[in-house]
């Protein structure tokens, strides 16, 4: 069984932001360091309010970027690795519609 849990390093611990529920005492783990994930916005030429902007702005995509729908871009660069340029390439999601100039094609999973 494998469960992520987020955590911080301070003074030689690791210390849990939230315990995983029924992680039974001396559980082996493996940690990876993942850095302070900061970005230095100035050498980017952004300020507070432009960032804050862009944050908000951004926000609005949240609940569709993390919807289900949205996994078939997780492997994305891999799919596509064959095509050349000027393949035409879609992308086809349940229960949805695909419009050319001629015909409509209806996506149903039942």
């Given at each position: 069984?494998?469960?992520?849990?987020?955590?911080?390093?301070?003074?030689?611990?690791?210390?849990?932001?939230?315990?995983?529920?029924?992680?039974?005492?001396?559980?082996?783990?493996?940690?990876?360091?993942?850095?302070?994930?900061?970005?230095?916005?100035?050498?980017?030429?952004?300020?507070?309010?432009?960032?804050?902007?862009?944050?908000?702005?951004?926000?609005?995509?949240?609940?569709?970027?993390?919807?289900?729908?949205?996994?078939?871009?997780?492997?994305?660069?891999?799919?596509?690795?064959?095509?050349?340029?000027g393949d035409v390439v879609s992308v086809l999601y349940p229960n949805s519609e695909y419009?050319?100039?001629?015909?409509?094609?209806?996506?149903?999973?039942?």
């Amino acid at each position: 069984m494998r469960v992520a849990a987020e955590g911080v390093y301070r003074r030689g611990r690791i210390e849990l932001i939230h315990v995983p529920e029924n992680m039974p005492e001396n559980t082996r783990v493996i940690v990876t360091f993942l850095g302070s994930g900061a970005i230095d916005l100035q050498t980017r030429e952004i300020d507070e309010n432009a960032a804050a902007e862009l944050r908000a702005r951004l926000g609005r995509f949240a609940e569709d970027w993390e919807s289900p729908e949205m996994d078939v871009y997780d492997d994305y660069d891999a799919a596509h690795a064959g095509c050349r340029r000027g393949d035409v390439v879609s992308v086809l999601y349940p229960n949805s519609e695909y419009r050319t100039k001629s015909k409509t094609i209806v996506i149903s999973i039942t």
